[in-house]
């Protein structure tokens, strides 16, 4: 008799990069995840550092063809505020931090009728999204003189 099931659906790609020392390192770059990673250019090496916002194949061609691959890094060092990255030119990674897989409560506002998700971060705050998480905010929980219960404020 089945007891349970369980599955996850996740979006990565695994670099394997091998240096003229013999030395190999493997990383596996996921959606969420903080990095560094310097790549190829134009023939030049840029370093870039920030949140992987996604990793993706272009769905029309070759599976195999690596070249329509991309990582897409949203950093600050860009100035369209993203990096488009073919993995076949990285040079080097390194993952700053692991993302934190989103455990939210998502429920309707009824003032403006709009989904909201509302988290505890890695911190330990309340934090809110009306955005399907894309921009988080910390919510303000004190105490109100009114009720003596807790007033949510943004």
Not at 45 to 54: A, D, P
Not at 69 to 74: E, H, L, N, R
Not at 111 to 119: E, P, V, W
Request: aromatic share 8%; hydrophobic share 35%.
């Amino acid at each position: 008799m089945l007891m349970s099931i369980g599955c996850e659906a996740t979006t990565s790609l695994t670099v394997s990069l091998t240096f003229d020392d013999s030395t190999t390192k493997t990383r596996v770059l996921g959606v969420g995840d903080y990095v560094t990673i310097t790549y190829n250019k134009d023939g030049l090496s840029k370093t870039v550092t920030g949140k992987i916002s996604s990793v993706y194949a272009n769905p029309y061609a070759d599976k195999v063809d690596r070249s329509q691959w991309y990582i897409i890094v949203a950093c600050t060092e860009c100035s369209s505020g993203i990096a488009k990255i073919n993995p076949m030119q990285i040079l080097d990674v390194d993952i700053i931090r692991k993302a934190i897989p989103l455990i939210a409560v998502s429920t309707i506002d009824s003032d403006t009728n709009r989904i909201t998700h509302i988290r505890v971060n890695s911190n330990g705050y309340f934090e809110f999204s009306q955005n399907d998480g894309a921009t988080w905010k910390m919510l303000n929980l004190a105490p109100s003189a009114s009720n003596d219960g807790q007033t949510i404020t943004s």
